[in-house]
């Protein structure tokens, strides 16, 4: 708990929701209140009005008839003096000084409401003891002019509003009771799904991605929430699995050329009259060669793309097609031919996408038998870069996994020694990055690999 408030959701909730009940029925009860006030106090003030004007026919009449009960009156004659008044009036308050007349030249219809405190003396505490409102009206004229006044007694009203609080006194707490263990209910149903979760979670550790959480069947924040940590723990355990394999794998292809390199090295040392250290040497330098080549590429794959920032420039896809055929004229091995249809530019870097290129020839330069087709053409908004080989192509089942990092097909298509095991996948990487794709399509015989890449300024 952090100070008063408790630190529990379930808790918290129902004690807000305990406040809130608190606060609106509070406010209720004294709006509620001070209106029924109000209206039983006009009624009240309404009735004894009647009354009053009832009081003064009967004086008119010459028959007066004073109102009989609890009834508080007075009647006062333009000097001053009581000529009539209740029992009760004096009884209340002995020390009860006479209310003034109506002033002179006062209207025939002249009334007033006024206040008036009547005090019991040595009593204070009794319910007499307070602030009446008193109306006044006057009868007769000339000499015989006279004052009536009349209070209105609060009785009944104060009744009505004192079982008004008994009332609300009992049921306000029983219904922020009632309120807050609804709440309390509520919100332990609500967390049960998030329990369940963390539960779930605090199970899932390094070696043990495979738990998921469960997802509760209502369709509320709760169960999209169970969805996206299920997704998340996919992700994570595909990420863990591949990382796994990468790691497997990198080191095999480290160790072999570590390990040519240090046994050639400790041949070379132990006969060291009659090694030929310049082969050593050379021997050395291609091992080296190789670790350099699986480090870049490595490295290459490691720069996460939403740190890259997308290329700027423009390429002429056709002059990266000639190079990289032209160099490879200069190499023994299959024949590259290239068919191009004419200028292609896209947005990417040149350095990236002659690597891409490469790749894919030095892939099919290695499995081809006599001949390597590399064809540029427009597709709508892309540019379509194919490499093709004569070779024993890539089986259905394997063309995605050919881009996996180190992937090994059957003998067939067995890496020999000048591979890294990364070039295709770096391929795709790149092509990738610059918003394309690349994959292994049918062909006729042989492997098909097709890059698809946006055009420049589309």
């Not at 009449?61 to 029992?87: H, N």
């Not at 369940?196 to 509760?216: C, T, Y």
């Not at 080296?288 to 080549?293: C, G, K, T, Y």
């Amino acid at each position: 708990m952090t100070g008063w408030w408790p630190s529990s959701v379930r808790r918290s909730t129902a004690l807000s929701a305990a406040l809130l009940c608190a606060i609106v029925f509070t406010l209720g009860w004294l709006g509620t209140r001070e209106l029924l006030s109000r209206q039983l106090s006009g009624s009240a003030i309404s009735a004894t009005r009647a009354q009053l004007d009832g009081l003064a026919e009967t004086y008119r009449a010459g028959k007066p008839m004073p109102p009989s009960g609890d009834a508080l009156f007075e009647v006062v004659d333009d000097a001053g003096r009581p000529v009539a008044s209740s029992e009760n009036l004096r009884r209340w308050d002995p020390a009860w000084t006479t209310l003034p007349p109506a002033p002179a030249g006062a209207p025939s219809d002249w009334s007033v409401t006024t206040k008036a405190t009547l005090k019991p003396g040595d009593h204070p505490q009794w319910r007499e003891y307070r602030e009446y409102t008193v109306l006044g009206k006057v009868i007769g004229g000339g000499e015989q002019r006279l004052t009536l006044y009349l209070f209105v007694l609060p009785w009944d009203t104060l009744r009505t509003l004192g079982t008004f609080d008994d009332t609300l006194a009992f049921f306000v707490p029983l219904a922020v009771l009632i309120t807050a263990l609804v709440a309390w209910l509520a919100a332990g149903r609500a967390l049960r799904p998030v329990e369940a979760i963390r539960r779930e979670l605090a199970e899932v550790s390094g070696s043990r991605l495979d738990r998921r959480v469960p997802v509760p069947p209502s369709r509320d924040e709760v169960a999209r929430l169970a969805t996206t940590t299920n997704a998340t723990l996919d992700r994570l355990q595909q990420a863990y699995d591949q990382q796994e394999r990468f790691v497997a794998d990198a080191s095999h292809e480290l160790r072999s050329p570590l390990a040519n390199l240090r046994a050639g090295l400790e041949v070379a040392l132990t006969h060291v009259d009659r090694a030929d250290w310049p082969a050593v040497a050379r021997r050395s330098l291609l091992d080296i060669q190789r670790l350099q080549r699986i480090t870049a590429d490595l490295l290459q794959l490691a720069v996460d793309p939403a740190e890259v920032p997308a290329p700027e420039g423009v390429v002429d896809l056709a002059d990266v097609v000639a190079e990289q055929v032209a160099e490879r004229a200069l190499e023994t091995g299959p024949a590259v031919v290239s068919d191009v249809e004419g200028r292609t530019e896209v947005a990417g870097e040149p350095v990236q996408l002659e690597r891409l290129l490469r790749n894919l020839l030095d892939n099919a330069v290695r499995h081809a038998r006599s001949s390597v087709t590399v064809r540029l053409r427009r597709d709508a908004r892309e540019a379509v870069l194919e490499v093709t080989d004569d070779g024993p192509g890539i089986p259905a089942a394997d063309r995605e996994r050919v881009f996996d990092r180190f992937a090994r097909l059957d003998d067939a298509r067995a890496r020999d020694a000048g591979g890294t095991g990364l070039g295709l996948t770096l391929a795709r990487d790149i092509a990738v990055r610059h918003g394309g794709s690349l994959r292994a399509e049918d062909a006729g015989t042989g492997a098909r690999l097709v890059a698809r890449l946006p055009l420049g300024g589309m």
